[in-house]
T-cell receptor, first 115, second 114 residues
Framework: AQTVTQSQPEMSVQEAETVTLSCTYD???????LFWYKQPPSRQMILVIR??????QNATENRFSVNFQKAAKSFSLKISDSQLGDTAMYFC????????????FGKGITLSVRP | NAGVTQTPKFRVLKTGQSMTLLCAQD?????MYWYRQDPGMGLRLIHY???????AKGEVPDGYNVSRLKKQNFLLGLESAAPSQTSVYFC?????????????FGPGTRLLVL
């Protein structure tokens, strides 16, 4: 069974600063995918970034980037130049490859961006 | 494209009442999912479907039933609602799960069971 751990329940960052959200996972699979989803106060789940485990290169989407350490089973999200609109809950998620695979979510972290 | 839509957005039920939540997607996705979100618990999978006419149990299926009669629709039923089913319910869809295809989520349904 896979587990995803987000050990920090809450974080706060000043607008325009950089913040890193931590995520670790446990799996015996070799091929899998990792995601960060954002859930703003509207409750809509929005994909932030997706990482394929077999790719060495860390995924990047504009101000969002990841630090993927496969050996350490760590998948942290870095948000640069934080904006007020980044205030949200962020979920880390894991899915192994294969038919009928299921997405496993962490418990989430609440990020507040201060003006 | 509307993506994934859910009906209703909010509902209040009394214990023992029944209801059906409707999920619709217009992306021609094969896979569909129902999750529930509770404070401090993340999202947990209730049931899922890998194609029209198929359903399977997820992590927390008790008290729920599902049906996928049409590819674009996935229904979640509560036959006899209990206060423990007070939650926010999300539907999601994806092309498949073979290569970690992204799941796209609906806006959620908030359910309160009194």
């Amino acid at each position: 069974a896979q587990t995803v751990t987000q050990s920090q329940p809450e974080m706060s960052v000043q607008e325009a600063e950089t913040v890193t959200l931590s995520c670790t996972y446990d799996t015996s699979e070799n091929n899998y995918y990792l995601f960060w989803y954002k859930q703003p106060p509207s409750r809509q789940m929005i994909l932030v970034i997706r990482q394929e485990a077999y790719k060495q290169q860390n995924a990047t989407e504009n101000r969002f980037s990841v630090n993927f350490q496969k050996a350490a089973k760590s998948f942290s999200l870095k948000i640069s130049d934080s904006q007020l609109g980044d205030t949200a809950m962020y979920f880390c998620a894991f899915i192994p490859t294969g038919a009928n695979s299921k997405l496993t979510f962490g418990k989430g972290i609440t990020l507040s961006v201060r003006p | 494209n509307a993506g994934v839509t859910q009906t209703p957005k909010f509902r209040v039920l009394k214990t023992g009442q029944s209801m059906t939540l409707l999920c619709a997607q217009d992306m021609n996705h094969e896979y569909m999912y129902w999750y529930r979100q509770d404070p401090g618990m993340g999202l947990r999978l209730i049931h899922y479907s890998v194609g029209e006419g198929t359903t399977a149990k997820g992590e927390v299926p008790d008290g729920y039933n599902v049906s996928r009669l049409k590819k674009q629709n996935f229904l979640l039923g509560l036959e006899s609602a209990a206060p423990s089913q007070t939650s926010v319910y999300f539907c999601a869809s994806s092309r498949d799960s073979l290569r970690g295809e992204t799941q796209y989520f609906g806006p959620g349904t908030r359910l309160l069971v009194l």
